[in-house]
């Protein structure tokens, strides 16, 4: 893509939300990770399988892999296989962190080790909200060691 035009591309994602996102649940993060769910295929294939056709978020699935603190529990289970133990952040950006990751294999299967994706604004938003940087889990979070 010629310069110009990827400025062009990053300028229009910092346009309001309502002129790039259609799903309704998108809010604005920064040029890179403005992207709504409705334009992500990936995503879209995954709601197009159950008849979800606005958002990713409401799709009955989301809650169990993105924000079910037990089914995160499992995924750290297998990251630790991978990778080792993850380093001591607050537990809730490790639960975030889990969310993320388990969302893309859900809906992009297995990825290269260096292939990022760009997780769509909902997501990423709908995460923050239930693992929030600076605040408190509603509810019992439990501890991630086994
Ligand atoms: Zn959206
Ligand atoms: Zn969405």
Not at 6 to 20: F, G, K, L
Not at 71 to 89: D, H, I, K, R, S
Not at 95 to 111: D, E, K, Q, S, T
Not at 139 to 146: S, V
Request: proline share 8%.
């Amino acid at each position: 893509m010629p310069e110009a035009a990827a400025a062009e591309t990053m300028e229009d994602r910092m346009a309001p939300v309502s002129e790039w996102c259609t799903c309704g649940h998108c809010s604005s993060l920064s040029p890179v990770e403005n992207v709504c769910c409705r334009e992500t295929p990936k995503v879209m294939n995954r709601c197009e399988q159950v008849g979800v056709y606005t958002c990713i978020t409401d799709h009955p699935g989301f809650q169990l892999v993105a924000l079910n603190p037990y089914v995160l529990q499992a995924v750290y289970g297998t990251y630790v296989q991978l990778f080792g133990e993850m380093p001591e952040t607050m537990l809730n950006s490790r639960y975030r962190h889990l969310a993320y990751r388990n969302v893309v294999r859900w809906c992009w299967g297995y990825l290269g080790q260096h292939i990022r994706v760009v997780i769509p604004s909902c997501i990423v938003t709908r995460i923050r909200q239930e693992f929030p940087e600076d605040g408190l889990y509603r509810g019992f979070l439990p501890p991630l060691h086994f």
